[in-house]
């Protein structure tokens, strides 16, 4: 079983829709990272938490330690938001762990 | 923002071939990282380092030496290049701002 595990895999979606991206982790985390890639594309951090919820622009970020989840919203989607969306977190190491990202397409 | 160039960008070189890749970052950041991405397997640990000279194995590390002499170097080196290792490379740092990580723009290698 994967440390890091995200939902869904694939992700399709009309423009101006709501959308969820699920993550959830086995260990213990001193923060968890949402990372954006489009296709082709480098990848960017879009937030880092360590509690709470966090907010810029149409993305939202949330996260529960105790339940060992957090979620990605993205509200009123476009096009443009069409890329991987990974979750990662920050152990004790100093190394991310990854889960395997989510591809979202979202249709005009 | 943290600044985090990798160079080349694109390189194609012949199996058996050594090629380095560099990774340089204009701040003093102590942790750097290098990562392939493949189709299928995402984001994997090749070498990190926290500090100069201080280095360590990631998860895909056969085939792969690293070296930081200098803080705001970190240098990848296929010793001898194998189609295997034909991958998109990803150098990032860790920074101490609200997004904890910079990636570099990768370098697309191709190994013929």
């Known amino acids: 079983k994967n440390e890091v595990e995200q939902s869904p895999q694939n992700l399709t979606a009309q423009e101006g829709e709501f959308i969820t991206i699920n993550c959830s982790y086995s260990?213990?985390?001193?923060?968890l990272h949402w990372l954006q890639q489009h296709p082709g594309g480098g990848i960017v951090s879009l937030f880092m938490l360590s509690s709470g919820k966090k907010k810029h622009g149409r993305l939202i970020a949330t996260i529960n330690i105790q339940e060992k989840h957090s979620s990605l919203h993205i509200t009123a989607s476009h096009p443009r938001d069409s890329a991987v969306y990974i979750c990662?977190?920050?152990?004790?190491?100093?190394?991310?762990?990854f889960g395997t990202g989510t591809l979202l397409a979202v249709q005009p | 923002d943290a600044g985090i160039t990798q160079s080349p960008r694109h390189k194609v070189t012949e199996t058996g071939t050594p090629v380095t890749l560099r990774c340089h970052q204009t701040?003093?950041?102590?942790?750097m990282y290098w990562y392939r991405q493949d189709p299928g397997h995402g984001l994997r640990l090749i070498h990190y380092s926290y500090g100069v000279k201080d280095t360590d194995k990631g998860e895909v590390s056969d085939g792969y030496s690293v070296s930081r002499s200098k803080t705001e170097d970190f240098l990848l080196t296929l010793e001898s290049a194998t189609s295997s290792q034909t991958s998109v490379y990803f150098c990032a740092i860790k920074t101490d701002t609200n997004y904890g990580y910079t990636f570099g723009s990768g370098t697309r290698l191709t190994v013929v």
């Open positions: 260990v213990g985390i001193s923060a």
């Open positions: 701040e003093n950041h102590r942790y």
């Open positions: 990662a977190v920050d152990g004790a190491t100093n190394k991310l762990i």
